[in-house]
């Protein structure tokens, strides 16, 4: 090849290159801005809510107590919010306690001392000394050593300090009554959530079957890390679920809903035993891949089965319907998986146990209960 020709390929190789790079760096760019403006529609509503109490906290700290600066009542709302339904008591009363402990304790250090580097010092670290030997959260403990600051910098005023702990007590007032007449964690958002979850699971057992179609190491690995990847999802379920049902209990205007967000809470136990379930499922893929050992082909047509009944739940869950329908196919599942053959291998035989607990599992999502869900599934013969 002459010198000129190699020198121009190496040219066109570079452009190619760098082509390629701009391309994923542009898809890159478009996936992150899509994931942004998702994660901003999901907060909307929390957004919008902190904003209007907020405001709410101040004007009637201002009007009806009169105070001229009540900083503090918007900024004890918003952290009241920031929790779920169930613990926002439990935050109210942290941050009263928290404040009364910082506000006593710099009033009477700057009244004694005074105010300087080493006052700040001293102040803060005796309020969160303080406020632990009272059995505080750490939420306590740092509103007392925030406080305390704003005492000795800001606001060194002694006539001042009931004053915030009241603001203090507005904010959080408003915060749990907002809350309780509109949470921020829709009703419906466990239902949501689980069905996102069944779209994940159903996904991760196509991957699965198609790594084990092709002995595919790199697919099957993948496989791994999906499987893995449900932890944050289960928690996000737990979470709302938690509030779901702290709303409908304590909420006067949601006491109809009580028996359906109860049955979208009992969602997460099920679903957890099926994300474990999974995930020794893609171990197992992994080891078969790797010994280059083969699955009987109605594993396979069992594992694509139960995903495509997964996702018809995730359809009934988005509808607000509880998937008690797709019961039918998941019986018809387990009365196939009762009549496969057992593999050879231990590998490959556990896949067919994994899948066969995992029929288990999505039959209680349909309403059933453990041992009714069992039943369903013969014995293999």
Known sequence: MMP?????????????????????TTRLGRRSLAERVARLRSRGFLIAQSAVTAGLAWFLASEIFAHQTPFFAPIAAIICLGGTFGHRLRRGFEIALGVAVGIA???????????????????????????????????????AGVQSLVVTILLPNPNQGLERWVD??????????VATVAPSSPLRRPAQLAAQILRDLAGTL??????LRFDDEAAADRVLERARATEGQLQRLADAGSEGVAVVRHSPFRHRQR?????????????????????????????????????????????????????????????????????????????????????????????????????VDLLELTGLGPDEARDLVPDLD
């Open 105 to 143: 304790v710099g009033d009477l250090f700057v009244q004694a001392f005074g105010a300087g580097v080493w006052q700040v010092a001293v102040v803060v670290g005796l309020s969160m000394a303080l406020a632990t030997l009272l059995g505080a959260g750490q939420l306590m403990i740092t509103q």
């Open 4 to 24: 000129g020709m190699a020198s121009g390929f190496s040219v066109q190789r570079m452009k190619l290159r760098a082509f390629d790079l701009s391309e994923r």
């Open 259 to 359: 028996p359906a967000v109860e049955a979208y809470a009992e969602l997460l136990e099920p679903l957890d035993r099926a994300s474990r379930n999974l995930r020794v499922l893609a171990r197992r893929a992994v080891t078969l891949v790797w010994r280059e050992q083969q699955v009987p082909l109605g594993y396979l047509e069992l594992i694509t089965g139960l995903a495509r009944t997964a996702r018809y739940m995730a359809q009934e869950l988005d509808a607000g319907r509880l998937p008690t329908a797709a019961r039918a196919d998941l019986v018809a599942s387990a009365e196939s998986s009762a009549h496969l053959e057992l593999a050879g291998s231990l590998s490959a035989a556990a896949i067919l146990a994994q899948t066969r607990s995992m029929v």
């Open 206 to 211: 196509d991957a699965t079957v198609t790594a």
């Open 168 to 177: 203090a007590l507005v904010g959080c007032a408003v915060a749990l009554i």
